[in-house]
C-alpha cells in the first residue's frame, strides 16, 4: 500500500489515541503525505485532564504535525453512543472538505464505547475507502495485526518522546518507554523487520495499475 503522496485521515477519540495508536507511522509518513488529525473529545468535563489539550498539541508537534493539521474537537468523553449521529455527520463534513484517501480509526476489538462509536462511524462516512484500525493498548481485546508497516528507530524514538509529553499520563503502564517499544519490535517480528506498527484491516479498496501506463 503507498501512503506517500496520499492524503491520509487520523482519527482519535481523545487525546493521546493517535499517538498511542499510530505516532510511528504517523512521524514516518509526515511530511510526505498530506496529513490531518482529529481527535473528537477534548476530555475538558474531567478537571482531573486540565492540561491534556495543551500535551496533546506538544505531543503531534514532536511528530511533526502542525497546528493547522491537527484538530480537537468538543464532543463529551463517555458520551459518544449519544451523539452518534452528530458524530457521523462531522465525519461526513470531513469527508467533503479533505476527502481522505485512507483513514485510521481504532480497531473493532476496542471495548471503549466511544471508541467503538467512532470506528463505527467512519466505517459509514468512509464508504469506498481503505480503513484501517489502530490499537489503544489498554482498552482493546483479542487484537491481532493483519497489516504491518515498517517504521524505523527515530520513528520508534519520535513516538516515546511524543508521548512523554503527557505528564498527565506519566504512571500509566501503556505510556511505559520499555512498553510502547517492546510492542513495536513485536510487530516488527511479524513482519520480519526492525520495527513496524500494527493495524488491524477494516477495508481494502484497491486498483490494479500497470506501472508506466
Do not use: W
Amino acid at each position: 500500500m503507498i501512503f506517500y503522496g496520499k492524503r491520509v485521515l487520523f482519527i482519535g477519540a481523545h487525546p493521546d489515541d493517535i499517538e498511542l495508536g499510530c505516532g510511528a507511522l504517523l512521524h514516518h509518513i509526515n511530511g510526505k503525505s498530506d496529513i490531518l488529525c482529529v481527535t473528537l473529545s477534548d476530555n475538558q468535563k474531567n478537571p482531573l485532564l486540565k492540561n491534556v489539550v495543551e500535551e496533546h498539541y506538544r505531543s503531534m508537534a514532536v511528530l511533526g504535525v502542525p497546528r493547522e493539521r491537527d484538530i480537537v474537537g468538543t464532543f463529551e468523553t463517555r458520551r459518544f453512543p449519544d451523539a452518534r449521529q452528530e458524530i457521523l455527520e462531522y465525519l461526513l463534513k470531513l469527508r467533503r472538505e479533505f476527502d481522505p484517501q485512507i483513514v485510521f480509526v481504532h480497531t473493532r476489538q476496542d471495548i471503549h464505547q466511544d471508541h467503538n462509536v467512532v470506528t463505527e462511524e467512519a466505517l459509514r462516512a468512509y464508504r469506498g475507502r481503505t480503513v484501517l484500525g489502530f490499537d489503544v493498548l489498554r482498552s482493546s481485546y483479542n487484537f491481532f495485526p493483519h497489516f504491518l508497516v515498517e517504521v524505523n528507530e527515530r520513528d520508534v524514538e519520535k513516538k516515546i518522546e511524543a508521548l512523554s509529553q503527557y505528564k498527565t499520563y506519566a504512571d500509566k503502564y501503556y505510556f511505559d518507554p520499555g512498553v510502547l517499544r517492546a510492542t513495536m519490535v513485536r510487530h516488527g517480528t511479524l513482519a520480519e523487520r526492525d520495527f513496524a506498527e500494527g493495524f488491524d484491516i477494516l477495508r481494502i479498496v484497491g486498483k490494479f495499475e500497470i506501472c508506466g501506463a
